[in-house]
């Protein structure tokens, strides 16, 4: 079983800047691709960012691109999203996922595409 835990949310100003680490389990991170989910009260879960397993290759959301970075450390098992700029529309609960199937083409930008989740953890931007 893969368990992940998120953490580096909290409430901030506009314009500030938050890290969000995700720390997995298991041998074989380095095999697995990630994602960054979120979910805002009211919205359906959407993509923010992904980074493949095989060459590091990244993808946004097109709302994050500029502002958000996705990264990771094999040798830590743990993969982060750096968010500068922050919006008040970024305000949502952060998952990360893991997407285990190493043949799949791309990024997966649907949840249904991941297997294992962390719990989550809450990004609240004022204004």
């Known amino acids: 079983q893969v368990q992940l835990v998120e953490s580096g949310g909290g409430s901030v100003q506009a314009g500030v800047s938050l890290r969000l680490s995700c720390a997995v389990s298991g041998r074989t991170f380095s095999r697995y691709t990630m994602g960054w989910f979120r979910q805002a009260p009211g919205k359906d879960r959407e993509f923010v960012a992904g980074?493949?397993?095989?060459?590091?290759?990244?993808y946004y959301t097109n709302s994050v691109k500029g502002r958000f970075t996705i990264s990771r450390d094999n040798a830590k098992n743990t993969v982060y999203l750096q968010m500068n700029s922050l919006k008040p529309e970024d305000t949502a609960v952060y998952y990360c996922a893991v997407d285990p199937i190493m043949s799949r083409i791309g990024v997966y930008t649907t949840s249904d595409g991941y297997r294992y989740w962390g719990q989550g953890t809450q990004v609240t931007v004022s204004s």
């Open positions: 980074i493949k397993w095989s060459d590091g290759s990244t």
